[in-house]
């Protein structure tokens, strides 16, 4: 199971961190990722994060303003999400990745999703 | 980058009628391609992981097919429940979705 949190209101410029909880499986086994859809529009993969946390790649859209990271003893994802922007705003999902230890796979389960609004 | 491309982007079938969606890769990905499921205010469901490979617990007339840069998922005969959004994920690289399929009622 999946459980995200810290969505919310926030104003252009502003910054939030996102939480995913993590359990039912050896969290520290997978790639982990967080996906984003905007409000009527199609799904988008943000960022993933090795299982030793070693490596962390992102969309282009967001490099240099949002930060991947994991806890694999609180068997926790996190997003930090700074500078935001209007066209950040969507639902975050966390989703479990690849077992592999080379990057990327497929979302085999996904938490319920955090809504982000950026507006002012 | 590779770009994944959706066709049709709407479709208006029947229940029992065969489905079929098709997902278009910029460049050859082998056999890294998913698909799932959306119904509206849930998260992504996995149907098809490896181009072919069935979800657990996805029902068999869910099936999926291709290499390369073109893949197919097929619906047997269509049911209630999978009228929905439809997206296919690479993972040749960084992971990409198509743009979306919905199936709706006709």
């Known amino acids: 199971q999946l459980v995200e949190s810290g969505g919310g209101l926030v104003q252009p410029g502003g910054s939030l961190r996102l939480s995913c909880a993590a359990s039912?499986?050896?969290?520290?086994?997978?790639?982990m990722s967080w996906v984003r859809q905007a409000p009527g529009k199609g799904l988008e993969w943000v960022a993933n994060i090795k299982q030793d946390g070693s490596e962390k790649y992102y969309v282009d859209s967001v490099k240099g303003r949002f930060t991947i990271s994991r806890d694999n003893a609180k068997n926790s994802l996190y997003l930090q999400m700074n500078s935001l922007r209007a066209e950040d705003t969507a639902v975050y999902y966390c989703?479990?990745?690849?077992?592999?230890?080379?990057?990327?796979?497929?979302?085999?389960?996904w938490g319920q999703g955090t809504l982000v609004t950026v507006s002012s | 980058d590779i770009q994944m491309t959706q066709s049709p982007s709407t479709l208006s079938a029947s229940v029992g009628d065969r489905v079929t969606i098709t997902c278009r890769a910029s460049?050859?990905?082998?056999?890294?391609l998913a698909w799932y499921q959306q119904k509206p205010g849930k998260a992504p469901k996995l149907l098809i992981y490896?181009?072919?490979s069935l979800g657990s617990g996805v029902p068999s007339r869910f099936s999926g097919s291709g290499s390369g840069t073109e893949f197919t998922l097929t619906i047997s005969s269509l049911q209630p429940d999978d009228f929905a959004i439809y997206y296919c994920q690479q993972y040749n690289s960084y992971p990409r979705f198509g743009q979306g399929t919905k199936v709706e009622i006709k």
């Open positions: 989703a479990r990745d690849s077992e592999f230890v080379s990057c990327c796979g497929f979302f085999d389960y």
């Open positions: 460049q050859s990905i082998s056999s890294w």
């Open positions: 490896r181009a072919s």
């Open positions: 039912g499986f050896t969290f520290s086994n997978y790639w």
